[in-house]
């Protein structure tokens, strides 16, 4: 939760002035976003103009095509020269005028974002008349069915946003939040939802890709992960998992490569030419308070701020998992890619990973994509206690790193599958989390139980429901060292005393306990996965031969669907 909501939520409740003197006390006075110099090359930068051309020119320099190699310049040139002609006589059903019923759908779903170069936010469009927005609609239509695409919406704003931890004179310490129109991203919102449409009726997508997609989330790469890694502790086998970095993939996606897997898929018409023309000339400038820099150029990369831009990149990335070979499993979401293999022999393991790393590697050059071998990391995941070495496995010629534990998706695998490094991870923060309510919780000027419970809900609680029907297979011994900081929270929001029953809490808060709630979100999320036909788990059974073997070794933690 931010700041700013954090606040908004316990004002309505709590008028005393004390309590903002209590909170910047222990917290301290919310930063703010401006930037007083910058370090470049061992010069000072203090001008705002200066601090916000520096910060544009980083981020034009993120997307430009210098930082491809030469043999991708080389193959980029000749390829482009043949020319995408998605010109077409055929009348698709994706190329026809947007309803009313479309445009409302879409309309109604945004989210209150800020607005961007023309300053109309979502408020003023869902407001219009219905005779105003049936204008508005005849609008979008001209602009699908003519091919001109308005200059105004290639344009951005760009807030830029320190890293945390990260030293802020330096101007690649920054992440960039872009503010485009929000009439354009309504008419994106329809075009993507016909669009995503197709991909999906028509198979196009890898069904271990589960980046925005509808029925699909990241607890789908991390139950896959885990499946196949209980599976080979079952069979008293090795598992390597090795997880890729992409360097900067959204700002340094090949544009054309994206229009020729377009062209490939049979797109032809209105829907391709839009998204043709919006990926021409995208340009941006970097706002710091009531500054702005110069105009940039955004020469390759998806747009930043855009509801295509993300169906776009996964549509370019998407073949990257065809690259496997078939003893190597594989896993997307969106840039975050991990493979594994499972055997008995660890030379047999080696020679397939490192056949998938050169696979992936040369695809990689091919379309413009840079993998980081320093943040590339491999993991052996095994209970064998005998001795037994990690295989050596390189990309781009250096030695890929085997660490005890990594960090994917929001969980913390360790090799032995313990989940306690998550566990205390997750432990600590809801600690520093729990220091919120116990300012609060003060009787003379603190907020009331309705106010506390949905702040526990909105910074605590979140976190622990996060991956819990992956992490919570962990032994009891480990996952009940998250239950103190339940039943404190749930003591503090109702102001019981320490002697108070922990049953007692649950029914005065009405909040189950712990093992309660992860229980409910495990069915509710396994209830999605056989809703979903598409769903790679959708059919998944064990065989009977490990159906036999769990029963034998009950010491073994079984698989989710066990």
């Known amino acids: 939760m931010s700041w700013r909501n954090f606040v908004s939520s316990i004002n309505s409740s709590i008028s005393s002035r004390e309590m903002w003197y209590k909170i910047k006390k222990v917290f301290g006075t919310p930063t703010s976003n401006h930037i007083s110099a910058l370090c470049v090359n061992g010069h000072i930068i203090s001008s705002i103009k200066d601090i916000v051309n520096t910060i544009a020119s980083t981020f034009a320099n993120t997307s430009s095509s210098k930082n491809y190699n030469h043999e991708f310049l080389n193959h980029k040139l ?24 479309e445009f409302q759908i879409c309309l109604s779903n945004v989210n209150k974002s800020s607005p961007g170069p023309d300053n109309i936010n979502y408020i003023m469009l869902q407001h219009l008349t219905i005779e ?6 005849n609008l979008y239509n001209r602009i699908w069915n003519e091919h001109c695409f308005p200059t105004s919406w290639q344009e951005a704003i760009i807030i830029p946003i320190p890293k945390p931890g990260k030293d802020k004179t330096n101007p690649s310490n920054y992440r960039p939040i872009a503010l485009t129109s929000c009439l354009c991203k309504i008419l994106e919102k329809m075009i993507n939802c016909r669009h995503m449409y197709f991909l999906e009726t028509n198979n196009l997508l890898n069904p271990f890709q589960s980046g925005f997609r509808s029925g699909r989330s990241t607890l789908d790469n991390i139950l896959s992960l885990e499946t196949d890694i209980r599976l080979a502790f079952l069979q008293r086998k090795h598992l390597i ?28 018409g209105n829907l391709p030419i839009f998204i043709q023309n919006f990926l021409k000339l995208r340009k941006f ?22 509801i295509l831009s993300v169906t776009l990149f996964i549509v370019k990335i998407n073949n990257i998992l065809n690259q496997l070979p078939l003893f190597v499993k594989g896993s997307l979401y969106v840039d975050d890619l991990y493979i594994s293999c499972t055997g008995m022999n660890i030379h047999f ?93 003060t009787t003379a ?13 909105a910074t605590i609680l979140s976190k622990l429901d996060y991956g819990c029907p992956i992490y919570g297979s962990t032994r009891k011994s480990i996952i009940k060292q998250l239950d103190p900081i339940h039943h404190a929270a749930l003591r503090l929001c109702s102001g019981a005393f320490k002697t108070s029953p922990v049953k007692s809490l649950h029914v005065e808060c009405f909040e189950p306990s712990l093992y309660l709630r992860r229980q409910m979100l495990s069915l509710n999320y396994y209830f999605r996965i056989k809703s979903n036909v598409h769903h790679p788990f959708h059919n998944f059974k ?21």
């Open 78 to 101: 000749k390829t482009e020269k043949r020319k995408l002609n998605f010109n077409s006589r055929s009348d698709f059903s994706y190329n026809s005028n947007f309803t009313y019923q």
């Open 132 to 137: 105003s927005q049936q204008n508005l609609l």
């Open 241 to 268: 998992a090795v997880f890729f970095d992409i360097e900067k993939a959204y700002d340094r996606t090949w544009r054309y490569g994206i229009l020729k897997d377009l062209y490939d898929f049979n797109l032809r």
């Open 285 to 306: 400038r970097v706002r710091l308070a009531s500054e702005f820099s110069d105009y940039f150029i955004q020469e390759e990369g998806v747009p930043q701020g855009s």
């Open 349 to 441: 393991i080696e020679r397939q990973l490192q056949i998938a790393i050169n696979n992936i590697s040369k695809w990689s050059h091919i379309n413009g994509f840079t993998i980081s071998a320093s943040k590339t990391a491999a993991v052996h995941f095994c209970r064998k206690r005998n001795l037994h070495f990690d295989p050596d496995l390189k990309l781009n010629n250096e030695l890929i790193p085997f660490v005890n534990d990594i960090r994917f998706l929001g969980l913390t695998f360790d090799k032995k599958l313990s989940f306690l490094p998550h566990v205390k991870l997750l432990r600590r923060k809801s600690e520093k989390s729990l220091n919120i309510l116990k300012v609060l919780s």
């Open 445 to 457: 000027w603190g907020a009331d139980r309705p106010s506390m419970l949905k702040i526990y809900r």
């Open 542 to 562: 064990l065989r009977p031969f490990l159906v036999r073997l769990q029963e034998a070794r009950n010491s073994f933690i079984p698989v989710f669907f066990f």
